[in-house]
């Protein structure tokens, strides 16, 4: 075992009589000892709940045969952060999860690992840290909220977000506003829709790294502490046959999670977020499987912030097991290995659908034809881009650009009623160095969709977009503005052309006679985290991840 490291022989007295004073006897010392990592924080309703969750994790490994030993990280909260300078953190902070998790794992040589994540940065950040282990490993995800009632109506943090473009236009009264702030979040778990961290969810689980169904368990449901115990037994298991983390995320589970995102109309964040798992897992894998994926994957579920049910809907209608069925029988799924030991068309064998559900469709029925998201390239973004797809229909949009220095200065335009139908909004400077962190642009976006401008106007940006934006917005422009990506020359009145037939992202401008007149701008940061992860960071287009060497 790893932990002989620590524990075996009588050099190693010492560190026993550090174990001994946690409570340790010498029979627990000799079993696996196996690390807990817990993202529990009482700043969010997202990982609120996981100080709990973990004790039936704990009782899993101990009724297996091994020793849990606990141990927490940082995180930040997007929701929360959102539309402030706190955002900046929020992608950073995946980084320094993963950081965290493999320097306590490896300075403590332990055996094995379950991570029990919430918030958006944590799932992906599990995902990288077992790939740089190459342990046995399993993630556990706390689970979706439940829907907000307002009205009579299903609600989610999305209405709130809309609900603030929505009084800004006075199309409802600041009562109305804090009535629906009330209702929006009943308790925890994570955002409900499709958003980021349910996209994530699944991803895990197509990346074989969660069992089958433990991810689309509710925070709150009666069943959720039997899924976090099998997860503890899970990872025992693993470490008996010796398998790891990296006998799971393969090229072909990285196609599989990548199918699954673009089926269900999810997050725009896991093409960067597949990226950096890739690299943690030496995976040759690159941003134009997307494209090619979404253009043979039709969407097939109905959920938010592009339809009508949530997460909790699509564990009632029979989970993502559903999902996985329907794409392989169409041929849009190959097998692969998963943490269970069994392949993952075997784990959703028998897989059946609640009577009357509406929430999954067939391929040869699908929502749309063509998957959630595109990869677009152009003079505009000559290292790539990403399009999201869910909730409208359009593939080209052609318009004026209005120009904004960061995030504050076009919230302020939307929000003012400056932005007309046919506008293309560009927030520039809001990349992985620029911004720095790549802030995710939901206060905006949620301020057009709450003045209805969704359908009518366009938005692209070298930062991100949450998993709650829905329309016709293009994020994760590369290079970045910041380093002199075109986006830096770009001016008020230029035509801006989005084609995703054509895979294109352009303007008629002519920016090189604007080069000569650029300055780079001053680092947003010069001390800290922020300045290491300015002077790091790689584009958007290579997952945004730090410490690989990389050409900018």
Known sequence: MESDKIKKGTNRA?????????????????RPLVAVVNTWSEVTPCNYHLRELAKPVKQGIFDAGGTPIEFNTVMVTDGIAMGSEGMSASLMSRETIADSIELAVRGHCLDAVVVIVGCDKTLPAAAMALARLDRPGVVLYGGSIMPGQHNELAITIQDVFEAVGACAAGKIDEAELTAIENAACPGAGACGGQFTANTMAQVMTLLGLSPMGVNDVPAVHPGKPDSARRCGEVVMHMLSRGASARDLITVDSLRNAATVVTATAGSTNAVLHL???????????????????????????????????????????G?????????????????????????????????????????VRSVADPIKPRGGFGILYGNLAPEGCVIKLAGHGRLQHSGPARVFDGEEAAFEAVQAGQIQAGDVVVIRYEGPRGGPGMREMLAVTAALVGQGLSESVALITDGRFSGATYGFMVGHVSPEAADGGPLALLADGDTVTIDVDAQTLNTDADLDVRRAGWQAPAPAATQGVYARYIAQVSSASRGAVTGFPFDR
């Open 14 to 30: 010492p560190a026993r009589a550090m174990l001994k004073a946690t409570g340790l006897s010498d029979a627990d010392i000799d």
């Open 275 to 317: 990226l950096a798992i890739a690299r943690e897992a030496g995976c040759d894998f690159h941003i134009d499987e997307f494209d090619r994926i979404a253009r043979n994957t039709p969407v097939i579920t109905d959920l938010k912030p592009g339809g009508r049910f949530m997460a909790p809907d699509l564990f009632a209608a």
């Open 319 to 359: 989970g993502t097991a559903l999902v996985i069925n329907e794409l392989a029988r169409a041929g849009k799924l190959v097998d692969s290995p998963t943490c269970t030991g069994r392949n993952l068309l075997a784990e959703v064998e028998g897989a059946t659908a609640t009577a009357g559900q509406e929430v």
